[in-house]
């Protein structure tokens, strides 16, 4: 490692880093804007200044931009010396001199790394005299706020927009001093991820429009490491909280898991925790279908009685945490549990989790996909699916650019370098899915096919890299498979992507089959299935392939076999056709559902329990790379509110069950649900339990500066109470305690001396951009099966399925904002959602005679008769012409409203609709850009 | 016994307070009030800087935005019970909202009087500094004050010219 000099000290640092980095990873602080360690460097803000001399004889020396020098042996730096701090104090004052002067009105004040920087240079008079240059602002959809005015022309929003992320609606525009960041004109910004805007840009330009319209400054926070719930990548959160309401949601930084970026899904899709829809007492139905409220006692009692009779059956959810799942299978036995998946879904998860346990493929977490070199996607639209990693996939096709730049021995941080010498060289990305993906642009090749296609070519591919015999296939997808393969074959790390979302099982076989025959050619290659919810997987490791549907329930409800059903955190209605849980729920007589928020399901319900959100209770998720983690609660519920293990752990006790009887606390259901079930005994290994101590003492969820103690709650009684004691976690719901060097699961905050902005991260991180001092989150529980190569390759030995003429093939067509139930009532997030509609390629609009904006019916054959004149009507949807969907296809917008009872991958009959009011054209608000 | 003997001819200081009120400077550190600017507006932005400074931590108040981009204290709450006079929010306050006065005549039979909302903290004038407005001076734009019209601001720039 070379050693270098700095300011007459001598550091060991590591090879192939720039001065900057080195200096931050010793600890030091050199001030900078425009570098990034997740983008690398521009040298566009000069902030980072530092003297470089040629020798030991040399006491002049020249001013270099530290993140643009690399280190090299016996190099010698000064940070300290005079020309190197007045350069810099000059760069901050002339970066400010169109300042507006409105720190107090701005949400970026308190973590604000213009002021931190301004502060650490020393800057404090502004001598110019001429005029401010004033901007307007724009609107830019109901998440960002657009200040222009605070802008330090540090180029970051864009680079990260245009070039890490791919989108293309925000630029640098105008000319010299009247550079604007912002977009051609105002409107929503499209791209999935432009909420990282918030963290990446240094002032306050661009801030969350969510947080403003009630705001808290960081100090204030309540904070705690938290889990994003709003699909199964399991990004690492930490949201933060003010007078009982979720004000805000940040990143979480896990080397492994989503480095510095989050999704604008799990960013401003925590808000349904301040539903008003909150259930906050327990509800009893009366004979006239309201609910009473019940005290806490009351209801346990109730749900004890319910349960005493034994004949129980429970529905947990997939978007519950594995504790609480875990003891509802326990309270009504294994055989009487169903996973709460829809009937279709069940099984592909149970199957994505066994492929990919049985899989001697790497199952890679998303670090280690964006270091792919080569990445097949079948099915899959990630960006609405799982977006953390279609954003991992722009940065894997990069490798090309890096390899291109090890050649010239380049370092990784010289990003405009890189750039300029691969242009549009990539690593390759192939995608195969039932119609167009956010992705497209980066791809090599993009083909719409039918799901049962899909599987083939991939059946195909997987035939040619085994060097076996390919099936009878169409000579254009035979040539597609064949490159493909070749481009599989010769990369280093291949990838194969694929998951549940188009419903179809062959299609994950297919991938499956790709990845094992690329390990057996070299034995390397790495495999990834998404799973729908944050907790699927989780629930598939807990019940295993036996358990019970929810069709199966229903009918041994019909039997009459249960008289007590308990539904966690789940509405069934988003799970089955209405007629089917309608039957269940009507079959059994008590029906206990615990749950935050009012859904049909709870609506239905004769005894309602109110469940803490993820924001209010602790819990483990399993994410689909199997990375066990614990999200702990970052405020106490109010009211009646408790976690739906607090609530079944209770009735279990009162029942008397023999195996609950030693369990207290939540980590004492963790521990007998690791002990119990195989597939999860590393999940104790998530977080420290509640006895951990960090040098003695808890980790704190307030900051050392949050404010207001002894007044926020003085309009009820002027006797402050005490602090609430948190029993269940080793975490404190007060300012004391130590947040420093704690493993990284305890991280509530991240906040260092001189260092109010997020970028403190960097005093958290063994070396910038590494991963935590105390290491990285989670608990892996899947690890390849060494050298287990399946040699029984079931080829594909599917039969698609025959579609009659006048039918077309059901697929969904997921959206990131509106297909998952929970972020779609954030009430920022249910202004983007749209309502629900069919898409249909040319073809079939044609022969339907429809055109954009009619209104189409769905309709199901009647299984029974076999004659064209019985259909049953599934819904009438709006439609969309979408030329890209593959032939036979029919999109539709999944989750959303008006989709419920469409099943994925059945043919259904369409038929315009007679008598559709096409919708009036949607006006967008603005604000004129000229407030807040 | 000099010295003792000196005080008994030297003028006592000493006033019969209640019915003799002492003079007290306008800096006397007493009440606290919310004031409002020259134009008759709330002051406070809600900036939260006074709560962050405050020793006893007993500031509270929750920010909002009116509708003409103004922002403002939904709520703002001094728990007077706990406060100890000290200043330190009128020293933070970045818009000269927060001002302590000459009266410390506040006693209570019962400490939850001694807590004060804003309706309770806002007089109608401008206390101890009379011009200063925030907004006139920073450059978020309100209703009334566009882009380009706060102090030494220029007008806002044609983002499609390219003339220098
Ligand atoms: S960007 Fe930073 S320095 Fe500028 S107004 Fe906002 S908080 Fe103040
Ligand atoms: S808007 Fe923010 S990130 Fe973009 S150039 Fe300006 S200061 Fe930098
Ligand atoms: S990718 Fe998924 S887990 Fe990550 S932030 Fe987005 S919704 Fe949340
Ligand atoms: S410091 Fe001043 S402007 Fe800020 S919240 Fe306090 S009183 Fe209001
Ligand atoms: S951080 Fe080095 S020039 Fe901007």
Redesign the pocket.
């Known amino acids: 490692m070379p050693v270098i000099q700095i300011d007459g000290q001598e550091y060991e640092v590591e090879a192939g880093q720039n001065v ?1 980095q080195a200096a931050l990873s010793l600890g030091l602080d050199l001030p ?4 990034h360690p997740a983008m690398g ?1 521009i ?6 200044a530092v003297v470089q001399y040629l020798n030991a004889d040399d006491d002049r020396g020249r001013i270099v ?4 020098t690399p280190v090299a042996d016996g190099a010698i730096f000064s940070l300290e010396g005079d020309k190197a701090r007045g350069f810099r104090e000059s760069i901050v004052e002339a970066l400010m001199l169109n300042h507006p002067h409105d720190c107090p009105v701005c949400a970026e004040g308190g973590e604000c790394h213009l002021q931190d920087m301004t502060v650490m240079v020393g800057h404090r008079d502004r001598h110019y005299r001429g005029k401010k240059n004033t901007h307007r602002n724009q609107y830019l959809g109901p998440l960002i706020n657009h200040e222009m005015n605070r802008c330090i022309t ?1 180029y970051r929003c864009t680079r990260f927009y245009r070039d890490y992320a791919g989108g293309t609606d925000l630029a640098a525009m105008a000319a010299h001093d009247h550079i604007y960041f912002g977009r051609h004109e105002e409107g929503v910004l499209q791209s999935e991820f432009a909420g990282n805007l918030v963290e990446v840009c240094p002032t306050g330009v661009f801030t969350d429009k969510t947080l403003v319209k009630e705001y808290t400054r960081k100090w204030d926070l309540q904070s705690a490491p938290s889990v994003c719930t709003g699909c199964a990548v399991g990004c690492n959160t930490m949201p933060g909280e003010r007078y009982g309401k979720l004000k805000r949601v940040h990143n979480r930084f896990n080397a492994e898991v989503n480095g510095y970026f989050l999704c604008d899904r799990g960013r401003f899709g925590a808000g349904f925790v301040n539903s008003d829809k909150n259930l906050e007492f327990p509800g009893l139905r009366l004979t006239d279908g309201r609910f009473d409220a019940l005290d806490h006692h009351a209801a346990l009692m109730r749900m004890t009685t319910a349960c005493h009779s034994g004949k129980v059956a429970g529905i947990g959810s997939p978007r519950a945490s594995v504790e609480s799942n875990y003891l509802l299978r326990l309270l009504v036995g294994a055989k009487n549990f169903a996973p709460g998946f829809s009937d279709a879904e069940q099984p592909l998860v149970e199957l994505a989790f066994s492929l990919q346990q049985n899989s001697p493929a790497l199952t890679p977490d998303i670090q280690t996909i964006e270091s792919a070199d080569a990445v097949l996607v079948l099915g899959e639209d990630l960006t609405n699916t799982a977006p953390r990693i279609a954003l991992a996939l722009r940065q894997s096709v990069r490798n090309k650019a890096y390899e291109m730049a090890a050649e010239l021995r380049l370092q990784s941080w010289q990003d405009a370098a890189i750039r300029n010498l691969a242009q549009t060289m990539r690593s390759p990305l192939f995608i195969a899915t039932t119609a167009n993906t956010r992705l497209d642009d980066i791809t090599e090749d993009r083909v719409s096919l039918s799901p049962d296609n899909i599987a083939s070519l991939g059946f195909a591919i997987a035939s040619l890299i085994a060097g076996e015999p390919v099936d009878e296939i169409d000579q254009a997808l035979l040539r597609r498979a064949e490159v493909i393969a070749t481009a599989l074959r010769g990369a280093q790390r291949p990838l194969v992507l694929s998951g549940t979302s188009c419903g179809s099982a062959v299609v994950m076989q297919a991938a499956a089959q790709i990845s094992q025959a690329l390990c057996k050619a070299d034995n390397r290659s790495m495999l990834s299935l998404v799973v729908p919810e944050a907790n699927s997987l989780g629930q598939a490791m807990l019940t295993g392939a036996t358990a019970p549907t929810l069709s199966a329930l229903s009918k041994r409800a019909a039997a009459k076999e249960f008289d007590t059903l308990i539904v966690v955190e789940n509405d069934l209605y988003r799970r089955g056709p209405k007629e089917i849980v309608d039957a269940l729920l009507a079959n059994i007589p008590n029906v206990i559902v615990i749950d935050s928020m009012d859904n049909p399901t709870l609506s239905a319900s004769s005894l309602a329990l109110p469940a803490a959100s993820f924001a209010e209770s602790e819990g483990t998720l399993v994410s689909m790379e199997g990375r066990a983690q614990r999200h702990f609660p970052v405020f106490v519920p109010a009211h009646e509110r408790r976690s739906s293990w607090v609530w079944l752990l209770a009735c279990m006790k009162e029942l008397e069950i023999e195996e609950v009887s030693n369990l207290h606390h939540f980590d004492d259901v963790t521990r007998a649900c690791a002990s119990q079930i195989v597939a999860l005994s590393g999940i104790t290994g998530a977080a420290p339990d509640h006895h951990f101590r960090n040098v003695g003492v808890k980790v704190p969820r307030q900051t050392h500066r949050y404010s207001g103690r002894t007044a926020m709650h003085a309009n009820i009684s002027v006797h402050e109470p005490k602090q609430p004691t948190d029993e269940e976690s080793p975490l404190a719901f007060s300012m004391e305690g130590l947040n420093r060097s704690q493993p990284g699961s305890l991280l509530p905050y991240v906040w260092a001396p001189g260092w109010n902005s997020n970028q403190s991260l960097n005093k958290f991180q063994s070396e910038v951009g590494a991963p935590l001092k105390g290491g990285t989150a989670g608990a892996r529980l899947l690890l390849p099966t060494a050298g287990s190569v399946n040699r029984g390759m079931h080829k594909s030995n599917f039969t698609s399925a025959k579609l009659q003429s006048g039918q077309w093939i059901m697929v969904p067509r997921y959206r990131i904002f509106g297909s998952e139930e929970l972020s779609a009532k954030a009430p920022a997030i249910a202004e983007l959602v749209d309502s629900g509609f069919v898409e249909i390629n040319n073809v079939c609009a044609q022969s339907l005679g429809v055109i954009e904006g009619d209104g189409v019916e769905l309709q199901r054959a009647d299984p029974q008769v076999q004659s064209d004149m019985l259909k049953a009507p599934v819904a009438t949807l709006q439609v969309r012409i979408n030329d890209t969907l593959a032939e036979g296809c029919v999109g539709y917008s999944a989750g959303l409203s008006g989709t419920e009872d469409i099943i994925v991958g059945e043919p259904l009959a369409l038929q315009k609709a007679q008598g559709w009011q096409r919708p009036s054209p949607q006006i967008i608000g603005t604000d004129g850009g000229s407030n807040v | 016994m000099w010295t003792i003997l000196q005080h008994s001819f030297t003028a006592s200081e000493t006033v019969e307070y209640p019915e003799q009120q002492p003079y007290l400077a306008p800096r006397y550190r007493g009440r606290i009030v919310l004031t409002r600017d020259p134009d008759g507006d709330e002051r406070c932005v809600a900036c939260n800087l006074c709560a962050a400074a405050c020793p006893p931590d007993c500031i509270a108040l929750q920010q909002g935005v009116r509708e003409d981009g103004r922002w403002y204290p939904e709520f703002f709450r001094i728990n007077f019970s706990r406060c100890i006079m000290c200043g330190m929010c009128e020293e933070a306050c970045p818009t000269n909202a927060i001002q302590l006065t000459p009266d410390f005549e506040m006693c209570e039979y019962n400490r939850d009087s001694m807590v004060y909302e804003k309706e309770h903290l806002l007089i109608s004038g401008t206390g101890k500094y009379h011009d200063y407005n925030f907004y006139r001076v920073s450059g978020l734009a309100i209703n009334g004050k566009d882009k380009g019209q706060a102090q030494n601001e220029a007008q806002p720039i044609d983002v499609k010219s390219l003339l220098p």
Not at chain 1, 43 to 48: D, H, I, L, S, V
Not at chain 1, 65 to 68: R, V
């Open positions: 900057l900078y804007f425009c570098w460097s040298g566009a803000c000069r902030q980072c931009m530290g993140c643009m540090c």
